[in-house]
């Protein structure tokens, strides 16, 4: 084995790299949006494949996009190493959320290959389809599928804002093959490292360059669906009035509520979407539509505020006489991250002399979906304010060098 010290992170090209897909977007810098199986999306994905290519990198891709480059090791028999994250994009997002992951996850691969290392495990890059759930209402669409939480059935069954199903989607843009042949088999990775943004502030704000992930949250989130009596805002008076809108307003409040009270600070509830119709200011709300997520690194404290959540909607229901129902959209479970994985990764931080912290992910990412079927442990680096998904978001291409060369560390540990 090479010695992994003369790892040497060529981060000019990173950046251009970095700068270059920025670029091939839906709509003019700063912003990046990258909507899945849109015509910048699949320019994406061919300038990333180029690059692979350039690589020397064996590149398929499965029948929902998911796009794999290997680097092939001496044991062919052996569990893949693979990492990376996704490159799709939000609608007025910024350029580092997922490809810090790709990209870096490519140029840790590189310095490997500069430096000499013959890795005995393959090493793979993992580009995940659909990480975003822009445009099909579900997030990690590609990790879910290749997981085997999500069935084929159900995927086929998804449409988009437009109506257009998935399977008309995916194959006008190219992607033909049998969902049923996306599902890894068992052990196909015997690790996945996933490189990330921290999408918070705790690492800028201690002044700690790398965080090493022990845990991630997972999201279960919701419709709760309101149904009054309209009216004329004017005509119909105070007593007796059946506002949708005041009903679902009370629960808005008990969503925090709920959440406060459960004593954990991973515990977070959001109600992200508040649809009323009719939608004018003279008409009494009669149909109103919440979103909401709520998220946990503990599933049982997770779920016991989503009973408090619905019981406070039954409740408002019965005592306003408002009809109310519930949609599930997901309930995913959390991961723990790999021992063996998060101690190589320390031990990586601590061969290139740098802090780290142990740290909970409470954004979920495609590593949530993988740990179903492989050890898996993320790598957080600082970014700016702890902004995300805007396009203002930034990590300095000292951090991100600094990530990539831990990473290249750490698939060197586990793939020797």
Known sequence: MTNTQ?????????????????????????????VVFTEADLRARAYVKGLCTAAG????EDAIGNTFARWNGSDAKAGVVGTGSHIDAIPNAGMYDGVVGVLGGLEAIRALQRAGYKPKRSIELLIFTAEEPTRFGIGCLGSRLLAGT???????????KQELPLEEVRTAAGFIGELEKVKLPAGYYSAFVELHIEQGPILEREKIPLGVVTSIAAPASFRLWFEGEGGHAGGKLMPGRRDALVAA???????????????????????????????????IPSRVR?????RDTDSKRRD?????????????????????????????????SGEEIVAAMCAACEAGGH??????????HDSLFMARIAPVAMLFIPCRGGVSHR????????????GTEVLARTLASLAG
Do not use: H
């Open 391 to 402: 396009p203002d978001e930034y990590a300095s291409p000292e951090d991100i060098a600094r």
């Open 290 to 294: 919440l979103e909401l997520d709520v």
């Open 6 to 34: 003369q790892i040497k992170i060529d981060s000019a090209q990173l950046t251009a790299e970095l700068d270059a897909l920025a670029k091939i977007s839906q709509e003019p810098a700063p912003v990046v949006t990258r």
């Open 249 to 283: 307003s009370e629960v808005v409040i008990a969503t925090e509520t709920a959440a406060l009270a459960s004593g954990a600070v991973d515990t977070v509830a959001t109600v992200g979407v508040c649809d009323v119709f009719p939608g004018a200011v003279n008409s």
């Open 57 to 60: 990198l064996d590149v398929r």
């Open 150 to 160: 999500m069935t084929p059935d159900a995927a086929r069954a998804l449409r988009d």
């Open 355 to 364: 802090n780290y912290q142990r740290m909970v992910s409470r954004a979920y």
């Open 304 to 336: 016991a505020v989503i009973g408090k959540i619905l019981a406070a909607a039954e409740a408002v229901g019965k005592r306003k006489e408002i009809g109310v129902k519930t949609e599930w959209i997901n309930a995913d479970e959390p991961a723990q």
